[in-house]
């Protein structure tokens, strides 16, 4: 198996086509658009609908623009020139958004609907969705012992509600496009992606971003209670972000992954519970949890199958969580002492 700094990709496209990135204000494309900038890729478009100075990441020498993909005229003027086409735009956050705003989850489809034509029709060579693991059957989810989650559970569908469907919708958007009009596509399901530069208050946060910061408050406070959400059993794996934007660009120039949807995930299980100690083993503080029954939990378990993705790349996504939390949590660390001197921070 593959080190990623042994990975070689044979990217197709020249140093200055243009790489049209959705949703770059955002976590994922955010740091998406770093890596191809820090690749020297010259001509990068960047887009989110947020205004500019609420992106995540400003990437100096990258064009962004504030536009709403949702809007087909500007998901034309988005793709204008296009040789790549990258959509990681969506309405998204951790299950407390995407249990509570399934209409904004659904609406999502627009942009990935127009996106996707505009791409066609502007003469793009290569199409990327961002899909998530939230398409799978939520039936194969009802136990924390869970067994991996390989290509195929995704049908027969019983997705999760609204967000998932929309996953799963577009996917099958991206492998007619490819099969109806000769768009080459390319699908990655994400399975919870973490690491500094995302959202870690207000509401969208995932797991590993939230426990870091109720830590991070704890010590703050002197409290000696840490809130999980669910009973604690409830199981997940996390993928570190320089894993993931490295897979994104594997799965993209990878022929046999034409049309065809594939983990983006670690396969290093644990429980929210665990995930808890070990944020706290990090803060150096230990922390009595009190369990929220009510609070949105999601699955009761959930793992990524890397079985496809090792054999057609030779790789999968392999930084240690703890490597990666470690990471996150000294990121976090330091947003939350800025929000505290009044310095401005990422937020949702
Ligand atoms: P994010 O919320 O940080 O980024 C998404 C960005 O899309 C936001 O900045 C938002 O403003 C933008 N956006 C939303 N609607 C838009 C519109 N109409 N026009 C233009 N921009 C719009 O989320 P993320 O974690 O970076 O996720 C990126 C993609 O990966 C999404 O498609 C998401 O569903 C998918 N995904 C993420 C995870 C994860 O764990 N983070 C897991 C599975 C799938």
Redesign the pocket.
């Known amino acids: 198996m593959k080190e990623n700094s042994e990975v070689r990709i044979d990217h197709k496209i020249g140093r200055d086509d243009l790489i049209v990135i959705?949703?770059a204000?955002?976590?994922?494309?955010g740091a998406l658009t770093r890596y191809f900038h820090d690749l020297g890729y010259t001509r990068i478009r960047a887009?989110?609908?947020?205004p500019l100075p609420e992106w995540?990441q400003r990437v100096p020498g990258v064009e962004c623009l504030s536009?709403?993909?949702?809007e087909k005229h500007n998901a034309i003027q988005a793709v204008e020139g296009a040789a790549e086409v990258y959509n990681?735009?969506?309405?998204?956050?951790g299950m407390g958004f995407i249990e509570h705003f399934r209409v904004e989850c659904l609406r999502?489809i627009l942009?990935n609907t127009h996106l996707i034509d505009a791409a066609w029709r502007a003469g793009a060579q290569r199409y990327f969705f961002?899909?998530?693991?939230?398409a799978y059957n939520t039936d194969l989810q009802r136990d924390p012992n869970v067994r991996a989650l390989k290509e195929s559970d995704a049908y027969p569908a019983m997705a999760e509600r609204g967000y998932g469907w929309e996953k799963l919708i577009s996917e099958m958007f991206c492998q007619e496009y490819w099969a109806e009009r000769g768009l080459e596509t390319h699908m990655a399901r994400?399975?919870?992606?973490?690491g500094p530069h995302?959202?870690w208050f207000g509401g969208?946060e995932?797991a590993p971003a939230a426990l870091s910061r109720k830590v991070i408050e704890a010590i703050d406070s002197g409290a000696t209670t840490i809130d999980i959400w669910g009973d604690g059993s409830q199981t997940r794996s996390f993928c570190f972000i320089d894993d993931c934007v490295l897979g994104i660009d594997q799965i993209m120039h990878c022929d046999r992954l034409i049309s065809t949807p594939i983990n983006l995930g670690s396969s290093e299980l644990i429980a929210i519970d665990d995930l808890a100690a070990m944020v706290e083993e990090i803060g150096g503080v230990k922390l009595q949890h009190t369990y929220d029954l009510d609070a949105p939990k999601g699955v009761a378990g959930r793992n990524s199958d890397n079985t496809f993705i090792k054999s057609v790349l030779d790789w999968e996504p392999h930084t240690p969580l703890r490597t990666g939390m470690e990471k996150t949590y000294a990121w976090i660390a330091q947003q939350y002492a800025d929000r505290k001197a009044g310095k401005r921070v990422v937020k949702d």
Do not use: E, Q
Not at 88 to 93: E, I
Not at 130 to 134: E, R, V
Not at 190 to 194: A, D, E, Q
């Open positions: 959705a949703g204000g955002g976590f994922i494309a887009i989110d609908r947020k995540y536009l709403d993909l949702s990681l735009a969506a309405d998204m956050g999502s942009v961002s899909s998530s693991a939230c994400f399975h919870n992606i973490y995302g959202t969208r995932k």
